[in-house]
């Protein structure tokens, strides 16, 4: 059975950090793309990070650069995504995504919000 399961998230002054963890179960992690999105309350979904290998691309919208962190463990099926300096614009659900050609599979989602 195929599992994406997000945790980390919570409430956070502006300027806090959190990290964001997506536990990966029932296939092959390290043969897919991971990507973490985001969605606010009446907006569209929309990438916040995306990572294919350990060490490999990693992908930001300007949204973001520079204050957020991609990273994954294959060893350990864990994707992450490090939050810095944290915007109330930030406060949406995050979802963890996984693709691999047709394949694609998404988590519950773990939300997020900034405010003081």
């Known amino acids: 059975q195929v599992q994406l399961v997000e945790s980390g998230g919570g409430l956070v002054q502006p300027g806090g950090s959190l990290r964001l963890s997506c536990a990966a179960s029932?296939?092959?992690?390290?043969?897919?793309?991971m990507r973490w999105y985001r969605q606010a309350p009446g907006k569209e979904r929309a990438l916040v990070a995306g990572m294919l290998l350990p060490g490999g691309r990693r992908d930001y919208p300007d949204s973001v650069k520079g204050r957020f962190t991609i990273s994954r463990d294959n060893a350990k099926n864990m994707l992450y995504l490090q939050m810095n300096d944290l915007k109330a614009e930030d406060t949406a659900m995050y979802y963890c995504?996984?693709?691999?050609?047709?394949?694609?599979?998404w988590g519950q989602g773990t939300q997020v919000t900034v405010s003081s």
């Open positions: 995504n996984a693709v691999y050609g047709n394949l694609v599979y």
């Open positions: 029932g296939f092959t992690f390290s043969r897919f793309t």
